[in-house]
T-cell receptor, first 111, second 114 residues
Framework: GENVEQHPSTLSVQEGDSAVIKCTYSDSASNYFPWYKQELGKRPQLIIDIRSNVGEKKDQRIAVTLNKTAKHFSLHITETQPEDSAVYFCAASSTGNQFYFGTGTSLTVIP | DAGVIQSPRHEVTEMGQEVTLRCKPISGHNSLFWYRQTMMRGLELLIYFNNNVPIDDSGMPEDRFSAKMPNASFSTLKIQPSEPRDSAVYFC????????????FGEGSRLTVL
């Protein structure tokens, strides 16, 4: 089955700096790569996703890049704010199948 | 739509008791997933259903866990007998039709087994 690895497990940045979280996957059949944000005590919620026919996608301060050849994808958050502090999960899925989640990155934005 | 609805939100029980967690997926979604989240193991997939049929239950820890989906709008996850190591947050999630549907999570059920 699919194996998704996520790094780093914890990340601290100063407010206004950028944060980058990286994930790798193993199954070349995976074609959908969402990112979820989970605030303390809350449920995971989708913040951005990318499909395998796209190399990069941006939504305001958040961007995701995908390298299918290398089987890795990354989340980029620019101009970080304290409310960006949360746990972020990457995931990989193939059509109609289950989602495989990374182990999560705890991001702390220091004011 | 009210989203994925889970109950109870919190459950405290004693070891050996039966626990039943309930989930109502978003109407029209044809896939339903049960996840368990702990600090040590992160988000673990326990079981998922497509069109009410269990597809992969390899994540179910042991025979003490069982899950059912009798119809498209309801699923249960049962633990019998419960043990302290079952303490976790259990999330139900559903996915809409289409090749790459977004996964929507419920608020979770926080289970504490004493």
């Amino acid at each position: 089955g699919e194996n998704v690895e996520q790094h780093p497990s914890t990340l601290s940045v100063q407010e206004g700096d950028s944060a980058v979280i990286k994930c790798t996957y193993s199954d070349s059949a995976s074609n959908y790569f969402p990112w979820y944000k989970q605030e303390l005590g809350k449920r995971p919620q989708l913040i951005i996703d990318i499909r395998s026919n796209v190399g990069e996608k941006k939504d305001q301060r958040i961007a995701v890049t995908l390298n299918k050849t290398a089987k890795h994808f990354s989340l980029h958050i620019t101009e970080t704010q304290p409310e960006d502090s949360a746990v972020y999960f990457c995931a990989a899925s193939s059509t109609g199948n289950q989602f495989y989640f990374g182990t999560g990155t705890s991001l702390t934005v220091i004011p | 739509d009210a989203g994925v609805i889970q109950s109870p939100r919190h459950e405290v029980t004693e070891m050996g008791q039966e626990v039943t967690l309930r989930c109502k997926p978003i109407s029209g979604h044809n896939s339903l997933f049960w996840y368990r989240q702990t600090m040590m193991r992160g988000l673990e997939l326990l079981i998922y259903f497509n069109n009410n049929v269990p597809i992969d239950d390899s994540g179910m820890p042991e025979d003490r866990f069982s899950a059912k989906m009798p119809n498209a709008s309801f699923s249960t996850l049962k633990i019998q007998p419960s043990e302290p190591r079952d303490s976790a947050v259990y999330f139900c999630a559903s996915r809409d039709r289409g090749p790459d549907g977004e996964l929507f999570f419920g608020e979770g059920s926080r289970l504490t087994v004493l």
